[in-house]
């Protein structure tokens, strides 16, 4: 067996500023986001809107406010936990807040909306009343602000986390018909059911993505915070430096900056994530919906809805599109990569958790055809492992290949520029398969600088490619979008983040 063992440098990022960086917090600090070198185009204010109750509008305020100054860590590791130097000394760019844009929501309308029985109908009447409120303030057409913080207090949280629905004595008669089964269970993740006679709705939904479905509907992008966020001593929060850095990243980006991006290479390069959402509804057994997350070279991201697979249980578990379902996607994300960069990708890679089928394959090269390399790789869960004599387990971008044609890639491990491996679990790899021939070096180091353009988080610790990271949240906020037109909707990450 031959068994060859690399270890990765961290990937390098770029910012404002000349060099680059591997860890984005010191970037940020010492060159700015990375969109000041496009001069007139990087963010010179970020306008922010406010909906919420009063109470919690007037916390999210005093957070805004805290965040303009310096914040020291309390935390012991600084090269992990560095001090927070203010947003607008980090960012290069003010932040401005306007009575104009918030929108405080009526406290005895909240409690009573909070006071129904049916749990489908508190849900609805609460997110009906922030829906409010985003629109009022996204209808302001020439002074509205780039992003609003929505603020959610603990009492909604525990009333409207998420509801599941329950199925009606109509669509019990109809599914006991049509399974023959004769016992009923009421836990809706069980139920297969079809009927023509009702309108369908989602069986399990999330009022986090659900809120930030509606701000889609509206066209401005949302930051979701509560007591964890704005309170200090909260159950399990960071502390207030930490949480400044991955608040004021995911605020800048939102509101359409570009805090950092991967030291460019020589290719126009499309990287895309291939993913399947499993949805619940009381017309459709399973829908498995085809999920795309794509980025370009310069970081921008999209997501795109490709088709939906009616749930078979006599076929495999694994989901896959139809060869014209491929070609269709394929041709989707050209067009809005093109769209976005103005060129046409020169390598196109696509990641996906599960086998390329010969139809998805077919599907995908047909679309692809004028592109110069195409890349369609697996990242596939692994029982492998791998330890080294020491105490910490094997450092991040570990890559072990095997006999030249299986190879190992631990996203996760101990990091050398923090000096520790922050992680509670043994590392766990991901496998890299592909039926082309693959530099898996090179694949490799795509895989790692993809983990570091979660721009939700400033953290140096990103362990998923984002290519597959927020496969699971997207797919939540696509199936709450019950539009006519899906195709309308924007795809920029900046709403679905």
Not at 326 to 353: A, C, M, Q, W
Not at 434 to 458: F, H, P
């Amino acid at each position: 067996m031959e068994i060859e063992i690399i270890e990765l440098e961290a990937s390098s990022l770029e910012f404002g500023g000349p060099g680059t960086y591997t860890d984005p917090k010191r970037g940020l600090k010492e060159a700015g986001p990375f969109d000041m070198r496009f001069g007139a185009a990087q963010l010179k204010e970020i306008r922010i809107g406010f909906v919420g109750p009063l109470d919690m509008n007037l916390k999210a305020k005093q957070w805004i406010k805290l965040c303009k100054s310096p914040i020291e860590t309390t935390m012991k590791n600084f090269a992990q936990y560095p001090d927070f130097d203010g947003f607008e000394k980090i960012y290069r760019c003010e932040v401005a807040c306007n009575d104009i844009w918030c929108y405080d929501i009526d406290n005895d309308l909240l409690q009573s909306a909070l006071q129904f029985k049916d749990d489908t109908e508190r849900f609805e009447a609460v997110l009906q009343l922030y829906d409010d409120g985003i629109r009022r303030i996204a209808d302001l057409e020439n002074n509205r602000p780039n992003i609003i913080i929505c603020s959610i207090p603990k009492s909604v949280m525990d009333s409207c986390h998420h509801v599941e629905k329950k199925l009606t004595k109509e669509e019990k008669k109809a599914f006991k018909k049509m399974s023959g089964v004769n016992k009923i269970t009421q836990q809706l993740s069980l139920f297969e059911i079809l009927t023509e006679e009702t309108d369908e709705d989602l069986l399990y939904r999330d009022f986090r993505r659900a809120l930030k479905a509606k701000a889609i509907l509206a066209r401005i992008p949302i930051q979701i915070g509560n007591d964890r966020l704005f309170l200090d001593n909260q159950a399990d929060n960071q502390d207030a430096a930490t949480r400044a850095w991955n608040f004021s990243v995911a605020l800048y980006y939102k509101a359409g900056g570009i805090p950092w991006r991967l030291k460019a290479n020589s290719l126009d390069t499309c990287f895309v994530g291939l993913t399947f959402h499993h949805v619940k509804t009381n017309q459709k057994s399973i829908v498995k919906s085809c999920l795309a997350q794509a980025f370009s070279s310069d970081g921008e991201g999209f997501a795109l809805r490709g088709g939906d697979i009616a749930y078979d249980p006599d076929k495999s578990k694994m989901a896959h599109l139809s060869e014209d379902q491929s070609f269709e996607l394929g041709v989707k994300i050209i067009d809005e990569y093109s769209y976005r960069t103005g060129l046409n990708p020169v390598r196109i890679v696509i990641h996906k958790t599960s086998f390329f089928n010969d139809d998805e394959e077919r599907g995908f090269r047909r679309a692809f055809s004028s592109t110069a390399k195409v890349e369609l790789i697996n990242l596939m869960p692994t029982s492998f492992r791998m330890l080294k004599l020491s105490a910490y387990p094997v450092n991040r971008g570990t890559l072990c290949v095997v006999n030249k044609a299986a190879a190992y890639l631990f996203t996760t491990g101990f990091i050398k520029e923090l000096g520790t491996y922050p992680g509670p679990h043994i590392p766990r790899p991901v496998e890299i398969r592909s039926n082309d021939e693959l530099n898996y070096r090179t694949v490799a180091q795509d895989i790692m600088g993809l983990a570091r353009m979660n721009w939700n988080t400033a953290s140096i610790t990103g362990g998923q490619p984002v290519t597959i990271s927020f496969s699971r949240q997207v797919g939540g906020i696509l199936s709450e979008l019950n539009v006519k037109n899906i195709d309308t909707i924007p795809t920029s990450f900046r709403y679905y983040i």
